[in-house]
């Protein structure tokens, strides 16, 4: 379900909890009190409960936790030129868009509602509405696409630092791209790139984090998965959760384009929730591999270590034997 600039109006009105009166809320959205009546079932077609209270107007049954775009930008102090999008169908399709035109290095589109993101092997992804961040990089790197091997391993490194220093540590990596929590998926990073060989090569980092997690999305999911606000620690604004990752995400993305994903490597197995387990991987072209996964090689490649010897893996949908 979609929803209209005005809806999306509304609804940052709404998002502190507190009441509105139908009359307030009409004269602040130039609408007559029959429009915002309208705007409040288009509200509730989302899935957001709003409370009508007699005589006293209107409030969402929750507050709802929404990005700020110009506190964010305090928190960045330039580090990335950041647009706040209320709705879009995919971060990383509008960024690699923009990226064919020709737009600027380290730049950041964020979106409140993202109706038909992309997982790695073209998998949908809905995000909830101040639920989840949804948000996506333009980086661009002087080497070419030949040597970004590694790169979204490194930003699970990155993302896993990031979370550490807001207070959530304990996540773990599954190779190539995922964040685990407890076992269960907690996010993920889709990489798309653009460019020649030798360079140089453009790059859109796209990530999804599970903030405000709730049973009726994990029902609705075909794996374990969890949010942030299931740990025991007070999850932060969604808004402070993205300046952080941004800022190291920042740091680690100048420190790959330097060296690579080698000096990420040791962190990242420190992190790796499958380490020393049996496993099963299954590469694009439908061919199956068991072995024990004994880490990561200097190019990020997954070394399975079977019957045959240890084999390098760069691609591949990985799950645990005994599931």
Known sequence: MSASPPTFSLLRLLADGEVHTGRDLAAKLGASRAAVRGRVRSIERLGLRVLGVRGRGYRLAAPLDLLDCERLAGLLQGAFTVELLDECHSTNGALMERARRGGPDAQVL????QTAGRGRRGKRWESGIGTDLTFS?????????GALSGLSLAVGVALVRALARLGYPGIQLKWPNDLMLRGAKLGGILIEATGDHDGPSTVVVGIGLNVHWSAARA???????TGLAQTQVAVASRTALLGGLLVELHSSLEAFARAGFEPFRAEWLRHHAWQGRQVTLRTAEGAVADGEAVGVGEDGALLLRSVSGVERFHSGELRLADR
């Open 110 to 113: 964020a979106c409140e509602h």
């Open 137 to 145: 990089v333009l980086w661009r790197f002087s080497r070419g696409a």
């Open 219 to 225: 029902a609705a999911v075909d794996q374990p998965a």
